[in-house]
Structure formats: C-alpha cells, structure tokens
C-alpha cells in the first residue's frame, strides 16, 4: 500500500468521523451519558457504603475463644448504647475456621502482657487484641470499625482515669494494643464489591459508544443509498471498510477514555478511593485500565461492523444487535460471581469479553497475575484481527454493494479460481483461531492425570490437528493449492546445507541466552513448574527416547514450519517488504511459545523470536518450509536430548536453579563457528526469484 493510498483512508476515515461527531446521538451517548452516569453512581455508592455503618438494626457476630475472652470483650466494649448493633458473641475452638466458614463476622482474641487471659477489666492492665476477618467480608468491616471504635472510646476513658488515680504508675498510655488481620480466603477478594462494578461498566458503556456509528456506517449508509457512491470512490472495498473501522473505534475509544475519567474524577471527588480499592485508586491502575479497554474497543468494533454488514436498514441492524448486546451483557455478568478469578478456572484467560473484565477487575485490586493478563491481551489481538477478518469479507461481499441483504455464506464462499497463496486476511484468522486454541490445550493438557508419555502422545496429536488441521480447513474453503501455499517446494542443496548447519549450531547459543536471562532476574519459571520439570527429567531413562523426540522436537517443529513459515509467511510476503514479513513472523513464533502449560514464561520470549527470525530468513532465502522443517527439528532434537537424556547438561540445569552455571565455553565457540558457516551458505544461495 502506497503513500497515496494510505493519505486516501486517512481522508475518508476522517471524513466518517466527522460525521458520526456532528450527529446529536453520538453526543449523547459519547458526552452527556458519562457525565451523568457517573455522579448518579457515585451518590448510589455513596448512599450503599454508609448503609453498611453500624445501625441498631445490624447484627455483629463475635468469635471469641473462651468465656473468660467474653466477659472482658464485653467489659472493654462498654455498656451499649440504643443506637448500638446487635452483639452476639459465639464461642469457637478456631476463629479462622469459623471466619472462612461465615459462622462469625470477625474474630477476636484478647490478651495480657504476660500471655494470661483475663476475665475483667483491669485499669491497670494493658491488653492484646487480635482482631481478624475475611478478606472478602463486607460484614466483616463494618464490625471491625464499630469494635475499634468502641476500643478507641475506651482506651480514652481508662487513660483518663489513669492520669487521675494512677499518675506514677509506668503504663502504656492505653489500656488495648490493637493489632488486626485479615483472613486470606480461597475465593476471596481483595477489593470491594462495588468495585468489581467497575470494570464491567466501563466495557458496557465502551461497546455503547460503538453501536451507533456501526449502524450508521453501514446499515444506515445502504438505507440511503449512498454506499454505492462511497464504493465507486478509487479505492478497495476492504480500504473503505478499514476507513469506517477506523471511524467507529475512535469513537469507542473516546466513550471508553471519557468513562473512565469520568469515574477517576467522580471516585477522587466523592473520597470513595480507599472504601472501594484496597490500595486506592492509583495513576497506575487507570492507564493500564485505559490500555485494556483500548484494546477492547478495537476488537468489538470489528464485531460490530461485521454484525451490521448483513442489515438493510437502521431498524434491521437494530433488531440484530440486542441479541448481541445481550450475549455481551451475560458473561459479563459471570464476573460478578463469587469465586471467579482471572487464573482459575482456567478458561477465563481467553474467553472474550470475560477475560477483559476479570482483568480490569485485577488491576482495579492492586495487581493482576502476570501470565493469565499476558494470556488476555495477546487473546483479544487476535480476537481482534480476526473480527476485522470477517467484517473485511462481509464488507467486500458483492451482497453488500447492492440492496441486499447479507448471508453468512460469504464468509466461506469458495473462490472459482485457485490462489497460490492465501490473503493476509485469511492468515491472520488462522491465527486469532489457533493462539487462545494452543493455550487452552496447554493449560489442559497440564492437568490431565496420566503418564508423561501419555500426555506427550496426546500433545502431539493436539498439536499436529491444531496447526495444520486449521490452515488446511482455510485452504480448502480459500481455494488455496497446497503446495504453494505452504511453501512445500523443493530447496536448493546448498541452503539445505546451511539449515542444517544451523541446526546442529544455535541451540548452546540459545541456551547460553536463557542461563543470561536467569542471571538478569527475567525469569519468571515458578518453582513449582521448576520441580515438574526436574521430575520429568528425572524420568527420562524410563521414558521412550522416540517418544520423546517425537513429541518434543520433530513433529512440533514439522507442524510449526508449516503453519508460520509456510502459511502465514507465505500469506505475509506478497503484502509487505520481505523484511517486515521476517520481523513479524519471528515476533508471532515467540508469542505463541510465552505460555508452556498455560504457565508464562517470559525468558523464553526473546531467543524463540530469534530463533523465528533466522527461521523465516531462510524461509525467504529458500522459497521453501523444507530448509527451515530441517533446521527447527535439529535444534530441538539437540534442546531435549541434552536435557532429557544425556548428563551433559547439567551446567545449564544449575544455571536454571539458580546456581550461577554456564554452558561450557567450547560449545560456545564450536557453535558460534558453525552457525556462521551455515549463514553464509543459506546467504550465498539465490534468494527467492520473487524478490530478485
């Protein structure tokens, strides 16, 4: 795409966005509702959080351990008012059993300085007070500000009446030393309930932003007869969709940046911060709360404009959009349910719309778990992509140039003529459909109860229908010819040559890489997934080499090939520069390889997009997947048979404990020499005729 194409779409999506501006129900939707939404919540949570106050209809259950903890918890409660809440005192043998059980509301223990119990109140005395509560228990809090409260009033009283009778008296000025802590519960919450609104408010009215201009840009650009004046504009079908997209995410993007300034200044404005959020409403929380529904935005809008391609009227695509809104309200309503974490199940990292929420609502609680978030944001992009995938065809459908209406059939409508490669388009879907798919079965394959070379099988049954199953599906519907479209051409000896040189050469390299990145502090390997795999280690003589290797090295790097060097390359270099095409091909290897088990790690991020980079060179020097299929299945089989089944590696094995070892110096230089004998082969090869 040329300057002049791209200062076209820019022209027409400003052109667009102007229009949805100027029209007096985007204003609303974009200005007037935040502005009155926010307050009005504000005064509603206000109103909701001081009906939690202590009142003499609320009842406070106490969980004391002895009769003796009773009389003296009553003795430093003092005599109760009217307006005071019901106590009722229980006895228990464990408070935190009872607490996790909801038997009591918060628990109590009370103590002298010398340890003992005792069954009054002493002027004299100072005591210990242990106050504990769930972490998740609005109940909870609203007892333990009464019971502080009540604890300060006498602490003032019996200090009073020290200064009096007790002058030379070597006392602590009060007469309780308070201490408090909170229950951690399973399921529990870190922050409010209330605050778990939030985030799925914020979505709700970001996806209210974008229904409007979707319609108007479509449905309504066909109900007034004006798309086919748009659609005789020079440029393509799929450029005036990308422009319209354009449009319509901008403006979610301003409902969503408006809503959430619009809470940030209503919560500081009210002082409902620290009520709402534990470790309050930080700068912090709120970009990254921005970021996440940036993301959002882009994703639904694709949704919405791929929905309304298949309306004829404002009314038609009315009618479609509230069974989406609705399936769009539901599982966000999911979210509210006790129990519902963002790491557990652990399907939520990539179900739509819930994991964006369960997100926002981590981050809103002072932290969100660093994989299951890193597992969100990669799923969405491609959910993304892939929604701007289908509404591209939907747009570009000759049903939508003339007055008629939409069929679902467009989307797999096979080409007459057979193509030689697929369109980004279709590559790009491949991928939104593949990534969340490899991460659930990873994350399933994780918790299976059977033996590791059973699981082995099964994983590379997954793998082998996952990346060549979809692609293939792609290319029967595409009209794709198999053999171009997956670069199964045949290579010239000489960079089959470097390949293999490669091959035998980069994995000290890269293992050297990883043993760096453990001495930086840049892994994020938990120990637990640390001892699972120095036990798979440890069972390596009684596991089949063949399975192994299979499972392990072969066949993941004959279908890895296939699928990112040969079909989404191969889609990838007929629209870009052949540099561009490498640089995110590597980049889209190494996302894909972040999650092992549905567990993040991070260190084996860069030398994978290393490795991908100098795999779809060769991909591009050779016009072939054969040179690379040769290459990634030597460097893995290299990668698990020194881990697996050799004593040679035992240096890296400490490096990756911690130890501080190395990979032996010869390797280094050994492998350094070879690979860059390999390079140059590969480099003095022909490239690709194509870029010639």
């Given at each position: 795409m040329?300057?002049?194409s791209?200062?076209?779409?820019?022209?027409l999506?400003?052109?667009?966005?102007?229009?949805i501006?100027r029209d007096?129900?985007t204003?609303?939707?974009?200005?007037l509702?935040?502005?009155?939404l926010?307050p009005?919540l504000?005064?509603g949570?206000?109103?909701?959080l001081?009906?939690l106050?202590?009142?003499?209809?609320?009842?406070?259950?106490?969980?004391?351990l002895s009769?003796?903890?009773e009389?003296l918890?009553?003795s430093l409660?003092?005599?109760?008012?009217p307006?005071?809440?019901?106590?009722?005192?229980?006895?228990?043998?464990?408070?935190?059993?009872s607490?996790?059980?909801?038997?009591?509301?918060?628990?109590?223990?009370?103590?002298?300085?010398?340890g003992?119990?005792?069954p009054s109140?002493?002027?004299?005395?100072?005591?210990?007070?242990?106050?504990e509560r769930?972490d998740?228990?609005?109940?909870g809090?609203?007892?333990?500000?009464?019971v502080?409260?009540r604890?300060?009033?006498?602490?003032?009283l019996?200090?009073?009446e020290r200064?009096?009778k007790?002058?030379?008296v070597?006392?602590?000025?009060?007469?309780?030393r308070?201490?408090l802590?909170?229950?951690?519960?399973?399921?529990?919450?870190k922050?409010s309930?209330l605050a778990?609104l939030?985030?799925?408010?914020?979505?709700l009215?970001?996806?209210?932003?974008?229904v409007?201009?979707?319609?108007?840009l479509?449905?309504?650009?066909?109900?007034?007869?004006t798309?086919e004046?748009l659609?005789?504009?020079p440029?393509?079908?799929?450029?005036?969709?990308?422009a319209?997209?354009?449009a319509v995410?901008t403006?979610?993007?301003l409902t969503g940046v408006i809503?959430l300034?619009m809470m940030?200044?209503?919560?500081?404005?009210?002082?409902m911060?620290?009520?709402?959020f534990?470790?309050?409403?930080?700068?912090g929380?709120?970009?990254?709360?921005?970021?996440?529904?940036?993301l959002f935005?882009?994703?639904?809008?694709?949704?919405?404009?791929a929905?309304?391609?298949f309306?004829r009227?404002?009314?038609?695509?009315q009618?479609?959009?509230?069974?989406?809104m609705?399936l769009a309200?539901s599982?966000g309503?999911?979210t509210?349910?006790?129990?519902?974490?963002l790491?557990?199940?652990?399907?939520?990292?990539?179900?739509?719309?819930?994991?964006?929420?369960?997100?926002?609502?981590?981050?809103?609680e002072?932290?969100?778990?660093?994989g299951p978030?890193?597992?969100?944001?990669?799923s969405t992009f491609?959910?993304?992509?892939?929604?701007?995938?289908i509404?591209s065809?939907?747009f570009?459908?000759?049903?939508v140039?003339?007055?008629?209406?939409?069929?679902?059939?467009?989307?797999f409508?096979?080409?007459?003529r057979?193509?030689a490669?697929?369109n980004?388009?279709?590559?790009v879907?491949?991928?939104?459909?593949?990534?969340?798919?490899?991460?659930?079965i990873?994350?399933g394959?994780?918790q299976l109860?059977?033996?590791?070379?059973?699981?082995?099988?099964?994983?590379?049954?997954?793998s082998t229908?996952?990346?060549i199953?979809?692609p293939?599906?792609?290319?029967?519907?595409g009209?794709?010819?198999?053999?171009s479209g997956f670069?199964?051409?045949r290579?010239?000896?000489?960079?089959?040559?470097?390949?293999?040189?490669l091959?035998?050469?980069?994995w000290?390299?890269?293992?050297?890489?990883?043993?760096?990145?453990e001495?930086?502090?840049?892994?994020?390997?938990?120990q637990?997934l640390?001892d699972?795999?120095?036990?798979?280690?440890d069972?390596?003589r009684?596991m089949?080499?063949?399975?192994a290797l299979?499972?392990?090295a072969?066949?993941?790097?004959?279908?890895e090939?296939?699928?990112?060097?040969?079909?989404?390359?191969?889609a990838?270099?007929?629209?870009?520069?052949?540099?561009?095409?490498?640089?995110?091909?590597?980049?889209?290897?190494g996302?894909?390889?972040?999650?092992t088990?549905?567990v993040?790690?991070?260190?084996?991020?860069l030398?994978?997009?290393?490795?991908?980079?100098?795999?779809?060179?060769?991909?591009?020097?050779s016009?072939s997947?054969?040179?690379?299929?040769?290459?990634?299945?030597?460097?893995?089989g290299?990668?698990?048979?020194?881990?697996?089944f050799?004593?040679?590696?035992?240096?890296?094995?400490?490096?990756?404990?911690g130890?501080?070892?190395?990979?032996p110096?010869?390797w280094?230089?050994g492998g350094t020499?070879?690979a860059v004998?390999?390079?140059?082969?590969v480099?003095?090869?022909r490239p690709?005729?194509?870029h010639i």
């Amino acid at each position: 795409m040329n300057n002049d194409s791209l200062s076209l779409l820019a022209r027409l999506a400003r052109k667009e966005l102007r229009e949805i501006l100027r029209d007096r129900r985007t204003i609303v939707t974009l200005v007037l509702m935040p502005l009155l939404l926010y307050p009005l919540l504000g005064v509603g949570f206000k109103f909701f959080l001081t009906s939690l106050a202590p009142s003499a209809n609320t009842q406070i259950r106490i969980g004391v351990l002895s009769d003796a903890d009773e009389r003296l918890l009553t003795s430093l409660l003092g005599t109760p008012k009217p307006e005071d809440p019901k106590l009722f005192v229980l006895h228990t043998n464990n408070i935190e059993e009872s607490l996790r059980a909801g038997d009591c509301d918060i628990g109590v223990e009370l103590k002298g300085v010398t340890g003992q119990v005792f069954p009054s109140l002493d002027p004299r005395q100072s005591y210990e007070c242990l106050i504990e509560r769930r972490d998740d228990s609005p109940r909870g809090v609203t007892a333990e500000e009464f019971v502080l409260d009540r604890l300060s009033a006498t602490n003032a009283l019996v200090l009073r009446e020290r200064l009096q009778k007790y002058a030379r008296v070597s006392k602590a000025p009060n007469a309780v030393r308070v201490e408090l802590r909170l229950i951690k519960t399973k399921e529990g919450k870190k922050g409010s309930y209330l605050a778990s609104l939030i985030p799925l408010v914020l979505v709700l009215m970001t996806i209210t932003g974008a229904v409007y201009p979707s319609i108007d840009l479509t449905a309504g650009e066909r109900e007034r007869g004006t798309l086919e004046i748009l659609m005789a504009a020079p440029v393509s079908r799929v450029g005036l969709l990308l422009a319209k997209y354009a449009a319509v995410m901008t403006v979610a993007m301003l409902t969503g940046v408006i809503n959430l300034t619009m809470m940030t200044i209503t919560i500081a404005v009210s002082g409902m911060g620290r009520e709402l959020f534990p470790e309050g409403l930080t700068i912090g929380m709120v970009l990254s709360v921005l970021a996440l529904l940036l993301l959002f935005a882009a994703f639904f809008s694709a949704v919405l404009l791929a929905v309304t391609s298949f309306a004829r009227s404002f009314k038609e695509a009315q009618a479609y959009l509230i069974p989406l809104m609705l399936l769009a309200i539901s599982p966000g309503l999911v979210t509210l349910m006790p129990g519902i974490r963002l790491d557990e199940p652990f399907l939520m990292p990539i179900a739509p719309l819930i994991n964006v929420v369960l997100l926002a609502r981590e981050i809103l609680e002072g932290g969100a778990p660093v994989g299951p978030g890193a597992i969100v944001v990669l799923s969405t992009f491609f959910y993304a992509f892939a929604a701007v995938t289908i509404a591209s065809r939907l747009f570009g459908a000759e049903a939508v140039l003339y007055s008629e209406q939409g069929q679902f059939s467009e989307l797999f409508r096979r080409p007459i003529r057979q193509r030689a490669v697929a369109n980004v388009n279709s590559a790009v879907l491949c991928l939104a459909i593949v990534f969340p798919l490899s991460v659930l079965i990873g994350s399933g394959m994780a918790q299976l109860p059977l033996r590791p070379e059973a699981i082995l099988l099964v994983g590379m049954a997954a793998s082998t229908a996952l990346f060549i199953g979809v692609p293939a599906i792609a290319a029967r519907f595409g009209n794709v010819s198999p053999v171009s479209g997956f670069a199964l051409r045949r290579s010239r000896w000489l960079v089959l040559a470097g390949a293999v040189l490669l091959g035998v050469s980069l994995w000290p390299l890269v293992a050297q890489l990883i043993v760096w990145q453990e001495h930086l502090g840049l892994s994020t390997m938990p120990q637990m997934l640390r001892d699972k795999l120095k036990e798979l280690a440890d069972q390596r003589r009684e596991m089949s080499p063949i399975i192994a290797l299979l499972a392990l090295a072969f066949v993941p790097a004959i279908v890895e090939e296939l699928f990112f060097r040969g079909w989404f390359f191969s889609a990838l270099e007929r629209a870009v520069r052949p540099l561009t095409a490498i640089l995110i091909t590597g980049v889209v290897f190494g996302s894909f390889h972040l999650f092992t088990g549905g567990v993040l790690l991070a260190e084996r991020v860069l030398p994978t997009i290393l490795l991908g980079i100098i795999l779809s060179w060769v991909r591009w020097r050779s016009g072939s997947v054969l040179p690379g299929i040769a290459l990634h299945m030597l460097h893995n089989g290299f990668l698990v048979s020194a881990a697996l089944f050799t004593d040679t590696f035992g240096d890296l094995n400490t490096a990756m404990e911690g130890g501080g070892g190395q990979v032996p110096l010869s390797w280094l230089v050994g492998g350094t020499a070879v690979a860059v004998l390999g390079a140059a082969l590969v480099w003095m090869s022909r490239p690709n005729p194509k870029h010639i």
